[in-house]
Structures are given as C-alpha cells and as structure tokens.
C-alpha cells in the first residue's frame, strides 16, 4: 500500500483559489462609496457571499453574466483565513490572519439595484461565476499593517478607484469577530473587507489594473459568458 493515498493533499496558501471554501464579503465598509451608492452607514456590517467558483485568479477572464447589463468594478482588500475560528475574540482576530490578496467584486449593478428595489437578496448581482477576481496571495509578514494601505483601479489605463484602507468604517479585527459569530470560518477562507468609492462600469474587452501601493498588482480582461 501506497503512503501517498493516506496523506492529506497540502493545502498551499499560495492557491488558495484551488480549494478555499468560503468568500464572504462585506458591504458599505467605506463612507464616501456608501454615500455615492446613495445608501445608509449601518451600525453592523451587510454580509453577503460568493462561491468559490466565483474566484477568478490573474490569468483568467471576468466574466460578464448574459443577464447582466451594466457590471461594475469594486476592488477590495481581501483577508486569508489561516486558521478554524468560531466566535473569534477581537483582541485575538489577527491571529488567524494568514494574509491577504487584492480581489474585486464584480457587481453586475443593474441587476443589484432590481433585487434592492424587490427586497431581495444579492446573489444574481454578486455571486456570479468569476465575480471574484484575485491576486497572487500576500503573506501577512508583508503586510505589517492592513489598514494603512492604498487601494487603485484603473480601466484602460484611467484611475477611476482609489481608496486608503484607513477609511474603512469596520476595522478588519472587528469584522473577522463579527463574522465568526455567524458563520464558522476555516482556514483558506476570504473576507472580502469592502471598496472605496469610484465603482463603475467595464463592458466586453476592457482592461482591468488593479493594485495596492507598493505591495502587488494584477490585471484582467473583461469577457462575456458564453452562457
């Protein structure tokens, strides 16, 4: 009998798309793109979520749904789970950390702005196959402080995002304890911590840069689904 078949398959973190499980995100994490969507600030974080097939990894297309008509850019920091965490404390968050990766959360709006309209979920407008882009995986020692960050975006070589992550309204320890108290998170897992103001429209063939200061940057290219 082979050793290999009782061995548990490596995990590495460095693709962590491959077999991460959970993407959760957070919405209206930043005052001035809360108050270009024309929304109200919350005294709790909005959560919604995305299917790891929604992730999208450099190299690979965004996807533009059939269904969708106007698909906006929102470029996030992400935060990798490093570890099992239930309930987490605050104080401890940061511990479970193992690092971060600049994604985007794809929005296809038109269709989010019908399901708020109706009262109804997100998940056409957000949960769409390739609706998370990502970038090469940062290990946390690079990043000494994640709220001390700039965040761009470019379409076509135009900035049209740019945002500090000292502007978030939830800070990312509060918001990996806040999530852990609903939803058991795992290592591999994602929070995508919310975008600054600047989203907007990219449609077929557009080219998409993104990148946060000093530290990585990714580019893709806008492609409609076959189906």
């Known amino acids: 009998v082979t050793q290999g078949c009782t061995m548990a398959s490596p995990k590495p973190l460095s693709r962590f798309w491959e ?35 929604a992730y999208a990894p450099e190299g690979s297309p965004v996807l533009m749904p059939a269904y969708c008509r106007n698909l906006h850019h929102e470029v996030e920091l992400g935060v990798l789970l490093g570890r099992r965490g239930q309930a987490v404390p605050e104080a401890a968050a940061m511990d479970y950390v193992a690092g971060y ?26 949960s769409f196959t390739a609706s998370c882009p990502v970038s090469a995986f940062v290990p946390k020692e690079k990043i000494p402080d994640p709220h001390a960050l700039r965040l761009w975006l470019k379409v076509n070589g135009e900035l049209r995002q740019e945002g ?60 409609r689904s076959e189906y």
């Open 19 to 53: 077999w991460g499980k959970n993407i959760v995100c957070v919405g209206r994490n930043y005052a001035d793109h809360v108050k270009e969507m024309r929304s109200a600030v919350l005294s709790e974080p909005v959560l919604f979520l995305k299917p790891s097939t």
């Open 101 to 126: 990766a600049l994604c985007l959360d794809m929005t296809a709006r038109d269709v989010q702005e019908e399901c708020k309209k109706k009262g109804l979920p997100w998940t056409l407008a957000k």
């Open 164 to 223: 500090k992550t000292s502007s978030m309204i939830f800070s990312i320890p509060y918001i990996i304890s806040y999530v852990s108290k609903i939803i058991t998170l795992e290592e591999g897992d994602l929070i995508l911590t919310g975008t600054p103001k600047g989203v907007g429209p990219v449609k077929e063939n557009d080219e998409i840069e993104a990148g946060i200061d000093g530290v990585v940057s990714m580019r893709f290219k806008v492609e």
